[in-house]
């Protein structure tokens, strides 16, 4: 009779052992990859911040990868090698994203969770995307450049072709546009993602005089809008208006000194913070084989977009974002 209540407290006793293991279910063996392209901008240094923040709160392990510079194809290249590796998860962001599909799907097809991010690849299987509604975004800037331009004067477009979200932003622009007869679009301008690519084609531009003269430059990606700042600062310009896309603390500087009118900022820290965490929800939360499609499932356990925000920062309310992005090169 002495043996049933001495079991009973050892059963007892297990239970918050049991309860603390099913709690500490996460490893630094979980391995998540975040890929993307032109890693050395300031822009996917905050993302990884995000993502490696996130790992470090969980105690798991998150790997970045993908080329430094704007090449879809390396970023193809890089996803294979992530696939290879058989990861917790993949956070990816599909510079095109018809060339990424098939390696989403692959992963999809092996288990691996995959989530974009910044900018999708909507016909993949990947779970679902987190980032800005980049045609609102687009329409935030053009009414900014309507209000500027007072409805008149040429504009010309700083971006890089077939990349989902700079033609989303792009649509958005042109949806204001359609209202705006007044403005004209003087040409468009393939960075592929480069300074000086950039730099040299406003330079161009901006030594346009008479009917062709240049009255705004707006810039849908996050590297153009330094490189056109250099350029009208170089012509001593200060009656043309500069839109940019994304913030960081020179684009920041470059909004007080007043040689860039206004940004429509994007959250990517949050990006990759939320990113890694999602993944890791989908990893230890499902079991078998993923839908090829989550966005017509009536029964998903998944969103199918998530917005993480977007902001019009000018010089009236820059002093607003200035202790944020301190904080955020110091972490």
């Not at 391995?31 to 911040?49: D, F, M, R, S």
């Not at 480069?194 to 705004?216: F, S, W």
């Amino acid at each position: 009779m002495r043996s049933a209540p001495r079991l009973a407290l050892c059963t007892l006793a297990l239970i918050p052992c049991f309860a603390l293991l099913s709690c500490n279910y996460r490893s630094q063996k979980d391995t998540y990859y975040l890929i993307a392209v032109n890693g050395k901008l300031p822009y996917w240094k905050t993302v990884q911040e995000g993502f490696k923040d996130a790992a470090a709160q969980y105690g798991i392990t998150a790997r970045v990868t993908g080329p430094e510079t704007y090449d879809p194809q390396a970023e193809v290249t890089a996803l294979q090698n992530a696939i290879a590796a058989n990861p917790a998860g993949i956070l990816i962001s599909a510079a095109n994203g018809p060339l990424l599909q098939p390696g989403i799907n692959q992963a999809i097809a092996a288990r691996i969770p995959v989530i974009t991010i910044d900018s999708d690849s909507p016909f993949s299987s990947r779970l679902f995307f987190i980032g800005t509604n980049n045609v609102e975004a687009g329409r935030v800037g053009g009414r900014r450049l309507v209000s500027r331009l007072q409805g008149k004067g040429n504009v010309v477009f700083f971006s890089i072709p077939d990349q989902p979200n700079l033609e989303e932003r792009l649509k958005g622009y042109k949806d204001i546009l359609a209202d705006n007869p007044g403005i004209k679009v003087a040409g468009y301008v393939n960075t592929g993602g480069e300074y000086n690519t950039a730099l040299d084609n406003a330079m161009q531009y901006a030594a346009r005089t008479g009917p062709a003269k240049v009255d705004a430059f707006v810039c849908l990606e996050s590297e153009g809008g330094k490189a056109v700042a250099e350029a009208l600062k170089r012509n001593h310009l200060t009656d043309r208006t500069l839109i940019a896309m994304d913030i960081d603390a020179d684009t920041l500087a470059l909004i007080k000194e007043g040689v860039i009118d206004s940004t429509v900022s994007q959250r990517p820290y949050t990006m990759g913070f939320l990113g890694l965490k999602m993944l890791d929800e989908a990893h230890h939360s499902h079991h078998g084989d993923f839908l090829p499609s989550y966005a017509v499932s009536f029964k998903s356990g998944f969103p199918v977009f998530i917005d993480t925000g977007s902001t019009l920062i000018t010089q009236t309310n820059s002093n607003l974002y200035e202790h944020p992005i301190q904080e955020l090169g110091q972490q």
